[in-house]
């Protein structure tokens, strides 16, 4: 298994607060992900990095921030959460930046805006 | 742009008896193509993978798919279904063009005994 680390694994918070999930990986892969899953959607990209303060945009960043200051970490922040981004976040990695490369996944946070 | 459909949201099928989930993907150009398995509360894990060459792959767990580009599918396969392959199983299209997956919405299996 890829080593990947997320945390926390479950999150409540509370509409219009601040919330920081991390990623953590220990196989110095350049490229990592942050998707969320929602029911009937699959997993959908949020943000992307591809070296160490070099980050963009995927098909759902409205209302999400990520930095990335370390290559082993990846941080994604709701600067002020609202119930939508009630979902399941799930960071991953590869090797290569592409579409062609595969990418490993970490076990998720389970986040629940109220 | 690119797409995914898992045709069937949920199946439930007896153990031992054959299986097969369904994917068709859109995309112009030869896509690279993935099986996930998503066990309750976990991540996701790779099945298998067709990036090119033969158009049968094998995958862990005794799975298979099969990729015809006739029919844009990329079918899973099991010949004997086992109570601990029930979970989520999700498709996925890649290209060299873009840096994310492109997910299908997922299949959820059930295994009866």
């Known amino acids: 298994d890829a080593g990947i680390t997320q945390s926390p694994r479950h999150k409540v918070t509370e509409t219009g607060t601040p919330v920081t999930l991390r990623c953590h990986q220990t196989?110095?892969?350049?490229?990592m992900y942050w998707y969320r899953q929602d029911p009937g959607h699959g997993l959908r990209l949020i943000h992307y990095s591809y070296g160490v303060k070099d980050t963009d945009k995927g098909e759902v960043s409205d209302g999400y921030s990520v930095s990335r200051s370390k290559t082993e970490d990846f941080l994604l922040t709701l600067e002020s959460a609202t119930s939508s981004q009630t979902s399941v976040y799930f960071c991953a990695i590869s090797p290569g930046g592409w579409g062609t490369d595969t990418q490993y996944f970490g076990p998720g946070t389970r986040l629940t805006v109220l | 742009a690119q797409s995914v459909t898992q045709p069937d949201i949920h199946i439930t099928v007896s153990e031992g008896a054959s299986l097969e989930l369904r994917c068709n993907y859109s995309y112009g150009a030869t896509p690279y193509l993935f099986w996930y398995v998503q066990s309750p509360g976990q991540g996701l894990q790779l099945l298998l993978k067709y990036f090119s060459g033969d158009t049968l792959v094998q995958g862990i767990k005794g799975f298979e798919a099969e990729f015809k580009r006739s029919q844009s599918s990329f079918n899973l396969r099991k010949p004997s279904v086992h109570w601990s392959d029930a979970a989520e199983y999700f498709c996925a299209v890649g290209s060299a063009g873009r840096r994310a997956l492109t997910f299908g919405s997922g299949t959820r299996l059930q295994v009866q005994p």
């Open positions: 196989e110095n892969h350049r490229y």
